[in-house]
Each structure stands twice: as C-alpha cells, then as structure tokens.
C-alpha cells in the first residue's frame, strides 16, 4: 500500500505561482512512477506531469515543473504562469509495477491516488 497526502493548493491570481507537495508513505520503494492529474469540473481527469524512477520527466504544460525529493519521499509540482483555465483539483498518482523507466500518462495506469488539492486561479 501507498498513501498519498496532497498540499499546497490554494486561491491565486492569474500570472502567480503555486507549488504543490504530495506526500508518500507506505511501500514507496514500489512507486516507480510519480504522477499528477487534474480534473475541472464537468471535465475528465487529465494527466500533468510525471516523475519515473530514474528522474525523467515530462509534462503537458511547459510552466510546470514536477520533481521529487527521495529522501522525503515527496513529489512536487510546480506550477508557474497560472492560467484560470488551469483551475481544478489536483491529484498525486502513483504506480507500482510495471516497467520502472517509463513514464505513464493514462489515469488507469495509476494505482494509489490522494485525496487532491484544490487549485483556483482568478482573473
């Protein structure tokens, strides 16, 4: 088991940053892939950013940045430039198994998922 614990939403302005925090616990070692996911209302949940075993990454916004500290057992988003189109709730993914150097990019493909944070961007 995983356990997921997201951080760091909030209310911001268009033009201002956020970083988001998803805490990791349980079998981490197991986790090869780090993701994240948004989902707007009336909309379905879409992949963000991913962090595999080995530090590759990749993205669907250039203004976004994930990384991940080992040590902490933590992955964050970085989100800079917000947009309000990019107002949702964000989700922290996690996979075990699978094949450890590549990056995932479906939701279904994702094991173990937090609670999600909310995220507002105003105009």
């Known amino acids: 088991q995983v356990q997921l614990v997201e951080s760091g939403g909030g209310l911001v302005q268009a033009g201002g940053s956020l970083r988001l925090s998803c805490a990791a616990s349980g079998r981490t070692l197991y986790a090869y892939v780090m993701g994240w996911f948004r989902q707007a209302p009336g909309k379905e949940r879409e992949f963000v950013a991913a962090?595999?075993?080995?530090g590759a990454t990749d993205s669907v916004e250039g203004r976004f940045t994930i990384s991940r500290d080992n040590a902490k057992n933590t992955v964050y988003l970085q989100m800079n430039t917000l947009k309000p189109e990019d107002t949702a709730v964000y989700y922290c993914?996690?996979?075990?198994?699978?094949?450890?150097?590549?990056?995932?990019?479906?939701?279904?493909?994702?094991?173990?998922w937090g609670q999600g944070t909310q995220v507002t961007v105003s105009s």
């Open positions: 962090i595999n075993w080995s």
């Open positions: 993914a996690a996979k075990t198994g699978g094949v450890r150097d590549l990056i995932y990019y479906t939701s279904n493909e994702y094991n173990y």
